[in-house]
């Protein structure tokens, strides 16, 4: 019998799980090297590193090399530093959610959101009735259709807003309209796809029951509440005083605590614990801006970009794509196929409404398409929810592969570098609109 680490953890254990995180670094940062090859961001190439170490590719070598790399007894220790990763990523999502991209585009960007979530939640709860049959029990548990269809018309309304960004700096599109316009509308779609997360989390944890249902809800709004108008205040204050005093490892300290704390305390309400995360974020100051940036967010992007990758090796052993039927495949491309016509559309019909060209709408069509890191955040959530089994999840995986990679090859290139925005003659870009100065500013550690 090995003797016992810390906390009661065996020595192989522990030994087994610092080689799989070991495995994962080097495996998340080979392969999203050559996803940038194929022009594609570094999260595709992470998934794929994923779903390679699972079922699907390596657990088919001879002596399930993916078991014995990853064992069941290492897989909830690799899941809670996966969600640990999750939480501050979430923290920092929140915390660089800037209004003043929105504020330019508002009205546009507001239409071009909500037609794109509108449409894309329609046509993914019309799909549900075709998959809900075959996927209606999960760990022996039957799922109620309200619950599915709600979650699969929320899995269809996602734009990843930090893999998007990536996405326009890479292309040259950051400073351009439809960069700043697709930058906007994400921005609004990933706030709505949080609030439509958070109800279908009291959804699911009320089982039902509508009394349970009013309780959570009731706690949700005291819990925002409590964010804006006393977590706010207190929260500008202590960053304000502290930053003065420079006592930047402490403040680190304190504002990760209280985003764990935030999570813990929506995960006991009843909505799952990144809304917390999130919103805690959201709650932060954003000024002084570049000293927050250099002592706050750049190391707690950090921290994220060595913990995060777990959350995507996490995310591949439970992709088996061994399992799945002839059936699963026709529903994959329904899937596909529903994602994609209600991002298409939906961003494509009010950018014509407002005089863009037939190519500058398809471009905006296909970067709002885009999904990415949040889809797996949020398909995560659901099958810790109980919402989704190992097939379905499987399928949206592959969606969110499918319609993220197709981006770059797809969109449109500039023929030369964008004017510095504020110098164009556009009537509908404002010549006091600011790009931020350093496009890493908004964008998180994994895209």
């Given at each position: 019998?090995?003797?016992?680490?810390?906390?009661?953890?065996?020595?192989?254990?522990?030994?087994?799980?610092?080689?799989?995180?070991?495995?994962?670094?080097?495996?998340?940062?080979?392969?999203?090297?050559?996803?940038?090859?194929?022009?594609?961001?570094?999260?595709?190439?992470?998934?794929t590193a994923g779903i390679l170490l699972g079922p699907s590719a390596l657990g088919l070598l001879p002596g399930d090399l993916s078991e014995r790399l990853?064992?069941?007894?290492?897989?909830?220790?690799?899941?809670?530093?996966?969600?640990?990763?999750?939480?501050?990523?979430?923290?920092?999502?929140?915390?660089?959610?800037?209004?003043?991209?929105?504020?330019?585009?508002?009205?546009?960007?507001?239409?071009?959101?909500?037609?794109?979530?509108?449409?894309?939640?329609?046509?993914?709860?019309?799909?549900?009735?075709?998959?809900?049959?075959?996927?209606?029990?999960?760990?022996?548990?039957?799922?109620?259709?309200?619950?599915?269809?709600?979650?699969?018309?929320?899995?269809?309304?996602?734009?990843?807003?930090?893999?998007?960004?990536?996405?326009?700096?890479?292309?040259?599109?950051?400073?351009?309209?439809?960069?700043?316009?697709?930058?906007?509308?994400?921005?609004?779609?990933?706030?709505?796809?949080?609030?439509?997360?958070?109800?279908?989390?009291?959804?699911?944890?009320?089982?039902?029951?509508?009394?349970?249902?009013?309780?959570?809800?009731?706690?949700?709004?005291?819990?925002?509440?409590?964010?804006?108008?006393?977590?706010?205040?207190?929260?500008?204050?202590?960053?304000?005083?502290?930053?003065?005093?420079?006592?930047?490892?402490?403040?680190?300290?304190?504002?990760?605590?209280?985003?764990?704390?935030?999570?813990?305390?929506?995960?006991?309400?009843?909505?799952?614990?990144?809304?917390?995360?999130?919103?805690?974020?959201?709650?932060?100051?954003?000024?002084?801006?570049?000293?927050?940036?250099?002592?706050?967010?750049?190391?707690?992007?950090?921290?994220?970009?060595?913990?995060?990758?777990?959350?995507?090796?996490?995310?591949?052993?439970?992709?088996?794509?061994?399992?799945?039927?002839?059936?699963?495949?026709?529903?994959?491309?329904?899937?596909?196929?529903?994602?994609?016509?209600?991002?298409?559309?939906?961003?494509?019909?009010?950018?014509?409404?407002?005089?863009?060209?037939?190519?500058?709408?398809?471009?905006?069509?296909?970067?709002?398409?885009?999904?990415?890191?949040?889809?797996?955040?949020?398909?995560?959530?659901?099958?810790?929810?109980?919402?989704?089994?190992?097939?379905?999840?499987?399928?949206?995986?592959?969606?969110?592969?499918?319609?993220?990679?197709?981006?770059?090859?797809?969109?449109?290139?500039?023929?030369?570098?964008?004017?510095?925005?504020?110098?164009?003659?556009?009537?509908?870009?404002?010549?006091?609109?600011?790009?931020?100065?350093?496009?890493?500013?908004?964008?998180?550690?994994?895209?």
């Amino acid at each position: 019998m090995n003797a016992l680490a810390a906390g009661g953890v065996k020595e192989s254990t522990l030994a087994m799980l610092l080689l799989g995180i070991g495995v994962v670094l080097v495996a998340g940062a080979l392969l999203g090297r050559l996803a940038q090859r194929f022009r594609q961001p570094v999260v595709v190439g992470e998934i794929t590193a994923g779903i390679l170490l699972g079922p699907s590719a390596l657990g088919l070598l001879p002596g399930d090399l993916s078991e014995r790399l990853f064992p069941a007894e290492v897989r909830p220790l690799l899941s809670a530093v996966a969600q640990v990763g999750l939480v501050l990523f979430m923290f920092v999502v929140g915390w660089e959610f800037e209004k003043r991209l929105v504020r330019p585009h508002a009205g546009l960007a507001a239409g071009v959101s909500m037609s794109s979530i509108v449409l894309s939640f329609g046509l993914g709860v019309a799909l549900a009735p075709v998959l809900y049959d075959e996927h209606a029990t999960v760990a022996g548990k039957e799922i109620s259709f309200v619950a599915f269809a709600t979650f699969l018309g929320t899995a269809m309304s996602v734009t990843a807003f930090p893999v998007l960004a990536r996405v326009l700096t890479e292309n040259r599109l950051l400073g351009t309209r439809i960069g700043s316009l697709s930058l906007a509308s994400a921005a609004v779609d990933d706030l709505l796809a949080w609030c439509l997360l958070a109800y279908v989390s009291a959804l699911v944890s009320s089982d039902g029951d509508y009394t349970q249902l009013g309780r959570i809800a009731l706690l949700s709004v005291g819990y925002v509440a409590l964010m804006f108008l006393v977590v706010r205040p207190l929260a500008a204050r202590l960053v304000w005083r502290w930053a003065a005093a420079e006592r930047w490892p402490m403040l680190l300290a304190v504002l990760s605590a209280g985003a764990l704390g935030s999570a813990v305390l929506t995960t006991w309400i009843g909505i799952h614990a990144i809304f917390g995360a999130f919103l805690f974020g959201f709650v932060m100051p954003r000024e002084p801006a570049r000293v927050l940036t250099e002592h706050l967010r750049k190391p707690m992007s950090n921290v994220s970009t060595v913990l995060l990758p777990v959350f995507f090796i996490v995310t591949g052993l439970g992709v088996d794509l061994g399992a799945l039927t002839g059936s699963d495949y026709i529903g994959v491309a329904l899937i596909i196929g529903v994602a994609c016509a209600g991002k298409l559309i939906g961003a494509i019909v009010p950018a014509r409404l407002a005089g863009f060209t037939w190519r500058d709408s398809m471009d905006l069509g296909l970067l709002m398409n885009t999904r990415g890191l949040t889809e797996l955040i949020i398909l995560n959530a659901a099958v810790s929810l109980g919402v989704l089994d190992g097939r379905m999840f499987t399928m949206l995986v592959i969606m969110a592969l499918v319609t993220t990679a197709m981006v770059g090859p797809l969109l449109s290139r500039p023929t030369a570098p964008p004017a510095p925005v504020g110098h164009g003659t556009d009537p509908d870009v404002p010549g006091k609109q600011r790009v931020p100065e350093d496009a890493a500013h908004l964008i998180t550690p994994r895209t």
